[in-house]
T-cell receptor, first 117, second 115 residues
Framework: DADVTQTPRNRITKTGKRIMLECSQTKGHDRMYWYRQDPGLGLRLIYYSFDVKDINKGEISDGYSVSRQAQAKFSLSLESAIPNQTALYFC????????????????FGAGSRLTVL | DQQVKQNSPSLSVQEGRISILNCDYTNSMFDYFLWYKKYPAEGPTFLISISSIKDKNEDGRFTVFLNKSAKHLSLHIVPSQPGDSAVYFCAASSTFTRNAGKSTFGDGTTLTVKP
């Protein structure tokens, strides 16, 4: 099994629908993140959580919400999906104490491709 | 304002030659820089990192160079192999800010290594 599992891998939905993307990890990491990637662009941070009781907005949190159900689970919700939320979404985890030379190395899931019509 | 920039969207090199991928940053508070590699239909995977107190870090065929005064880093791949063909993301983070641990990514460079 993958260290970071995202479901669903692909989803097509309609404008106005509520969508939840789920992420679970077996790394035992406290830190979890949701990133969004648009074509030709880098990864932009939506939300991040440094432990179960700590949730923070990233640079593009408008229109999204998250829930940290347990150390291993971090879900991303779109309450009312709109077409410009069509993108590839990545969940990631990290443990700075295990990073290369102190770097905060991220372990990513395989991504969830969301299309909003 | 994009704090991490990869100005070359794509790079094509011949197998066996050197690949040089570049990255510029603007935030002086960044103290760690990482490179990730991404294949289609997969998530990015960590490749190599460097601390701001160093100017070079090497791991096999991959070497990252950091020029703090120029706020520039580069990833060298020698020799390049067809399996290196992927999108490479530069990322930076700071341990000094309130939200330490957040990573800021560049837009990526698509490397194609031709046999």
């Amino acid at each position: 099994d993958a260290d970071v599992t995202q479901t669903p891998r692909n989803r097509i939905t309609k404008t106005g629908k509520r969508i939840m993307l789920e992420c679970s990890q077996t790394k035992g990491h406290d830190r979890m993140y949701w990133y969004r990637q648009d074509p030709g662009l880098g990864l932009r941070l939506i939300y991040y959580s440094f432990d179960v009781k700590d949730i923070n907005k990233g640079e593009i949190s408008d229109g999204y919400s998250v829930s940290r159900q347990a150390q291993a689970k971090f879900s991303l919700s779109l309450e009312s999906a709109i077409p410009n939320q069509t993108a590839l979404y990545f969940c990631a985890t990290s443990d700075p104490g295990q990073g290369a030379g102190g770097a905060n190395v991220l372990t990513f899931g395989a991504g969830s491709r969301l299309t909003v019509l | 304002d994009q704090q991490v920039k990869q100005n070359s969207p794509s790079l094509s090199v011949q197998e066996g030659r050197i690949s040089i991928l570049n990255c510029d940053y603007t935030n002086s508070m960044f103290d760690y820089f990482l490179w990730y590699k991404k294949y289609p239909a997969e998530g990015p995977t960590f490749l190599i990192s460097i601390s701001s107190i160093k100017d070079k870090n090497e791991d096999g065929r991959f070497t990252v160079f950091l020029n703090k005064s120029a706020k520039h880093l580069s990833l060298h791949i020698v020799p390049s192999q067809p399996g290196d063909s992927a999108v490479y993301f530069c990322a930076a983070s700071s341990t000094f800010t309130r939200n330490a641990g957040k990573s800021t990514f560049g837009d990526g460079t698509t490397l194609t290594v031709k046999p």
